[in-house]
């Protein structure tokens, strides 16, 4: 069974600091990996995807993969209390027909004024 | 990307009955996903909706419990029958935009069994 690891926090950060969210997933052949953010009695949201090793920037927000150590983060520069919300990992797989996205539990952000 | 209408937003129903959600997708799609959030909770996918097909659900997801529609490339409904408290829960579908753009989500419906 596929699994995508959070921790759900919650991490609190100054605003204008950097928070770091974390993710780990046990499927190899995983192949995208996506960055949903999630506000409180919302629908989740895309803000990122990357499926290459490396960096991937956009804006405030970087992703960065690790296929080797199954690890992807996401990066957001001065954070500003709008950032506030849950920040859900998603793992695709298209392989063998299945094209389920599997989410992590989430990591809830707080970014303090 | 997608625009997916969902409906209702919200509901509170009495234990026992039931209740339809719809989703209305802006352009055809081969396949529809619903999912539950529990409070708190991250998300959990029910089934995979084809058209033209029988869903295909998730283990611990029956379709007497969620009996699903996809009448045609545009348009599922989930039913929640025969609901208790534990039913309580955020109802979402979504759609797949591939490998670059991964799902995207109708505003989802809040559940409340009472």
């Known amino acids: 069974q596929k699994e995508v690891e959070q921790n759900s926090g919650p991490l609190s950060v100054p605003e204008g600091a950097i928070a770091s969210l974390n993710c780990t997933y046990s499927?190899?052949?995983?192949?995208?990996f996506f960055w949903y953010r999630q506000y409180s009695g919302k629908s989740p949201e895309l803000i990122m995807s990357i499926y290459s090793n490396g960096d991937k920037e956009d804006g405030r927000f970087t992703a960065q993969l690790n296929k080797a150590s199954q690890y992807v983060s996401l990066l957001i520069r001065d954070s500003q209390p709008s950032d506030s919300a849950t920040y859900l990992c998603?793992?695709?797989?298209?392989?063998?027909?299945?094209?389920?996205?599997?989410f992590g539990k989430g990591t809830k952000l707080s970014v303090i004024p | 990307s997608a625009v997916i209408s969902q409906k209702p937003s919200r509901d509170i129903c009495q234990r026992g009955t039931s209740l339809t959600i719809q989703c209305q997708v802006d352009?055809?799609?081969?396949?529809m996903f619903w999912y539950r959030q529990q409070p708190g909770q991250s998300l959990t996918l029910i089934a995979t909706a084809n058209q033209g097909s029988e869903a295909t659900y998730e283990s611990g997801f029956v379709i007497d419990k969620f009996p699903i529609s996809r009448p045609n490339l545009t348009f599922s409904t989930l039913t929640v029958s025969n609901m208790s408290p534990e039913d309580s829960s955020i109802y979402l579908c979504?759609?797949?935009?591939?490998?670059?753009?991964?799902?995207?989500f109708g505003s989802g419906t809040r559940l409340t069994v009472v």
């Open positions: 499927d190899r052949v995983s192949q995208s």
């Open positions: 352009s055809q799609v081969t396949m």
């Open positions: 998603a793992v695709y797989d298209s392989g063998a027909g299945s094209y389920q996205l599997t």
């Open positions: 979504s759609v797949d935009r591939g490998h670059d753009y991964g799902y995207t």
